[in-house]
């Protein structure tokens, strides 16, 4: 069964750190572009990081650069999302990605292939 699972999401205050992981049971993620998005109440799902297939290149939303990391853990087959610097603003439900056929910054797109797998998301709170 090919699923991607989410952990890590937390209460955090502003300023803190949060490390997201995602692991992928199916498939291996070395061969898909990879990206996490979030959605806050009332708001479009929208992209924060991702690589596409075949890249070590990472692209960032403006919101989130120089802030948030997102690198592949090949021997864990995991997406990982380093987070730095949480602002209140980055409250949301977390979800990560796995597309075979997402190229340069089109990973950032909220959609995807017809291929992508979507993991069930974790809740994110920034709050004082």
């Known amino acids: 069964q090919v699923q991607l699972v989410e952990s890590g999401g937390d209460l955090v205050q502003p300023g803190g750190s949060l490390r997201l992981s995602c692991a992928a049971a199916?498939?291996?993620?070395?061969?898909?572009?990879i990206g996490w998005f979030r959605q806050a109440p009332g708001k479009d799902r929208e992209g924060v990081a991702c690589?596409?297939?075949?890249?070590?290149?990472?692209y960032y939303a403006d919101s989130v650069k120089g802030r948030f990391t997102i690198y592949r853990d090949y021997i864990k087959n995991t997406i990982v999302l380093q987070m730095d610097s949480l602002k209140l603003e980055d409250t949301a439900v977390y979800y990560c990605?796995?597309?075979?056929?997402?190229?340069?910054?089109?990973?950032?797109?909220?959609?995807?292939?017809?291929?992508?797998?979507w993991g069930q998301g974790t809740q994110v709170t920034v709050s004082s």
């Open positions: 199916g498939f291996q993620l070395e061969s898909y572009g």
């Open positions: 690589m596409p297939v075949l890249s070590d290149v990472s």
């Open positions: 990605k796995a597309d075979p056929v997402v190229y340069g910054s089109d990973c950032l797109a909220a959609g995807g292939s017809p291929y992508a797998t």
